[in-house]
């Protein structure tokens, strides 16, 4: 009985001997924890530098970009009437449906810079004419160059209906004018091009509803006397946002349901860069309002708000190969 229990004894002992105590358990799981969690910082760290290198380099690609576009428009702006200093500066007088346009700016420049309120971003705003030149004759007529015309005898007075001009080149239908007088102290006044120009005339129609309101420009011409030609008109303010991204406001004209109306666009530039076709392209999106009713398009009254539409806008331009 005596030697049977103590071979059972030490059997006993010699399992306890081959494992691993609660204390020893406990310590090595701590250990492995602890290891995890350095692992995890460490991981954690990497990643926050990896994301604040590609953060830095996107600013600069972003702001790269924003320089770029901003060096592209000024470079332009002016162009079509900063050929001297009679047009520059003058007070720019323009009306369409019988209103003040408030939209364009209240002088003749080619860049206006405003300094942001309250640590808000400068403004910089870039007017140009829309016409360029091109090489393409058959597209002369609607894009074409621009060029002063003098005006010349008889000379224009409020309320007729054509500017004699030395020369209509680079003048077509639709195009928005300038008449500049010789004294620089009066205002210039815009109107648009109602009709074909015969190479000499301009013609210059009573339209209230458009650009052309009775008796406007209210300028009398006189010897040294010009017109400038800025075809659709070019106007961009740009800014940057809250979140540093590049925007603009873009000023046109919207055709919608028989009805064209100046309308302002504020658009945002998402970005540019090469496709997987070859190609290059350039993101933009952008919004505006406008009333149902000024475009003839009453439809269903269900309110005053529901006359007010905002158009969300997405477009992306593709570079010219």
Not at 23 to 49: K, N, P
Not at 167 to 185: F, M, Q, R
Not at 271 to 296: C, H, L, M, Q, V
Request: charged share 15%.
């Amino acid at each position: 009985m005596k030697i049977r229990s103590l071979s059972s004894r030490a059997a006993r002992s010699g399992r306890r001997s081959g494992g691993f105590s609660l204390v020893e358990l406990m310590v090595g799981v701590g250990i492995g924890l602890l290891c995890t969690l350095v692992i995890a910082t460490v991981l954690g760290a990497t990643e926050g530098r990896r994301r604040g290198t590609m953060q830095g380099s996107d600013m600069q690609v972003s702001g790269s970009l924003a320089l770029y576009n901003l060096q592209r428009e000024i470079a332009t702006a002016g162009y079509g009437f900063a050929n001297d200093g009679a047009e520059v500066g003058c007070q720019l007088q323009a009306k369409y449906n019988g209103a003040a346009v408030t939209a364009l700016p209240s002088v003749l420049a080619p860049v206006f810079v405003t300094e942001g309120a309250n640590g808000a971003s400068d403004q910089v705003r870039v007017l140009a004419s829309s016409k360029f030149v091109n090489s393409n004759p058959a597209a002369l007529s609607t894009v074409g160059y621009t060029a002063p015309s003098r005006i010349i005898l008889p000379y224009y007075a409020p309320n007729d209906t054509v500017y004699n001009v030395a020369s209509s080149l680079s003048i077509s239908k639709g195009d928005l004018l300038v008449a500049i007088a010789k004294d620089t102290t009066q205002a210039c006044g815009l109107f648009q091009v109602t009709g074909d120009p015969t190479p000499t005339t301009v013609p210059r129609a009573n339209d209230p509803t458009h650009w052309n309101a009775v008796g406007h420009p209210s300028q009398t011409s006189a010897e040294w006397s010009f017109l400038v030609n800025l075809g659709n008109i070019i106007d961009v303010n740009f800014t940057a946002d809250a979140d540093g991204k590049l925007t603009a406001d873009v000023t046109g004209d919207l055709t919608f349901h028989g009805v064209t109306k100046p309308i302002l666009v504020k658009a945002t530039f998402l970005g540019e860069g090469k496709d997987p076709w070859g190609g290059y392209r350039a993101g933009f999106e952008g919004t505006t309002n406008i009333s149902r009713k000024e475009f003839n398009k009453d439809g269903m009254d269900v309110g005053p708000q529901s006359d007010n539409v905002q158009l969300y806008i997405t477009f992306e331009g593709v570079k010219a190969k």
